[in-house]
């Protein structure tokens, strides 16, 4: 079913993209605020009849209004207002419909927040299963259920399976753009794995894509982007820690013939590490070249 974008008016419509860029900024408070004021205008432009595209663009409104409460840990009201999105499609579509998938695996998000992970899973596992039927034009909200499947598999410690479902969302054709918010939680999720595997080197690389990406789609600001960045960090500061930086350091400058192991290895830590961490790992990489050039 296709919604009309200007079902509710031109200026209904301006505002609710600006409470998108606000929720996508994770200025979730603002974007409350304009989301209950194009509630209102929903149920003004409403008041004569139940129309279709009112309602689905209500429920639509209420489920961002559930994944701004989910992102604030406001988990009791994220669930009733997920719910609430639920019971508005069902008006007028199937619960077997993608958009009612697309909350499924929201909700599965919020039982795998609050540590419930059997249900967590069921959620997610009943979204894909809808999803992976309608494929064709529901490409982002299937790799939106791949990731919520893959966080709850994440904390099963099925750490292969977390891969597998990364490289399904890498798989769909819709989704390429090495920028998009799915693409770099998939990103993510695979460093996380790769690192609880101790493949280290690969744990980096996805790190890294995860955080170019966000930063590309949500800029540098946005809470996952800070935390991809933070995750690489404390990977790397483990690695030093653990006389286990060559792992990650050799990928980034052993493998080049034109350029001194020096600046491989500052180009390499510069980006991701605060003045002292990065002194720390020169000053050991360093030692470590001087080591080796004594050994022969």
Known sequence: MTVRST???????????????????????????????????????????RHVDVIIKTADIYGMIGFCYREQGEYDMAFEWYYKA????????????????????EIGTVYNRIGDYEIADQWCQKAIDILEEYQQGFGYELASAYNAKAE?????????KVIELSGKVFGITSVRDSRDKDIATAYYNNGCA?????????????????????????????????????????????????DMCDTVVDKYYHRANKETPYNYIYRFTKTILSRKKFV?????????????????
């Open 152 to 160: 709850v598999c994440f904390n099963y410690k099925d750490y292969e």
């Open 7 to 49: 079902c509710l008016g031109r200026a209904a419509e301006e505002m609710l993209k600006d409470a998108d860029g606000y929720k996508d900024l994770a200025f979730y408070k603002r974007a409350l605020e304009l989301y209950f004021e194009v509630l209102d205008i929903c149920k003004i432009t409403d008041k004569t009849g």
């Open 86 to 105: 639920l019971d508005h499609y069902n008006e007028v579509i199937s619960k077997w419909h993608p958009k009612m998938a697309a909350v499924y695996a």
């Open 194 to 242: 790769y690192r609880e595997l101790k493949r280290y080197e690969e744990a980096v690389t996805c790190l890294r894509m995860a955080e170019r990406g966000y930063s590309g789609s949500l800029g540098a600001s946005n809470p996952l982007t800070k935390k991809a960045t933070k995750t690489i960090e404390a990977l790397v500061e483990y690695l030093i820690e653990n």
């Open 280 to 296: 720390t790992c020169c000053e050991i990489v360093l030692k470590t070249e001087v080591d080796k050039i004594r050994d022969r």
